[in-house]
């Protein structure tokens, strides 16, 4: 099993930046990728941003290209996302997720993650 628990979340203002961590542990040797993803109240789950385990290859969705950067450590098994530019309609719980295994399932749906984090929250004041 693997266990995944965020934390970088907090309140910031308009053009602020965060950098949310995602640190792994349990049996992650097998982990094929992580990701991140957010929901705002009233929506649904949305993808954020995925990183490759190995190569380090990156994917984002097109809102938050440019002022988002996803990174991983292999040695402390962590996962970041960098957010630059932050505006208030980045406002949500920010949940990461990791998938032991390459599937035919788009790294872009949550149905392809096998593991999930707890949430941490962002904020962003206009």
């Known amino acids: 099993q693997v266990q995944l628990v965020e934390s970088g979340g907090g309140l910031v203002q308009a053009g602020g930046s965060l950098r949310l961590s995602c640190a792994a542990s349990g049996r992650t040797f097998s982990t094929h990728a992580m990701g991140w993803f957010r929901q705002a109240p009233g929506k649904e789950r949305e993808f954020v941003a995925a990183i490759i385990w190995s190569g380090g290859n990156t994917m984002y969705t097109d809102s938050v290209k440019g002022r988002f950067t996803v990174s991983r450590d292999n040695a402390k098994i962590t996962e970041y996302l960098q957010m630059n530019s932050l505006k208030p309609e980045d406002t949500a719980v920010y949940y990461c997720?990791?998938?032991?295994?390459?599937?035919?399932?788009?790294?872009?749906?949550?149905?392809?993650?096998?593991?999930w984090g707890q949430g941490t929250q962002v904020t962003v004041s206009s």
């Open positions: 997720a990791a998938v032991n295994r390459a599937t035919s399932w788009s790294l872009m749906l949550p149905r392809a993650y096998d593991h």
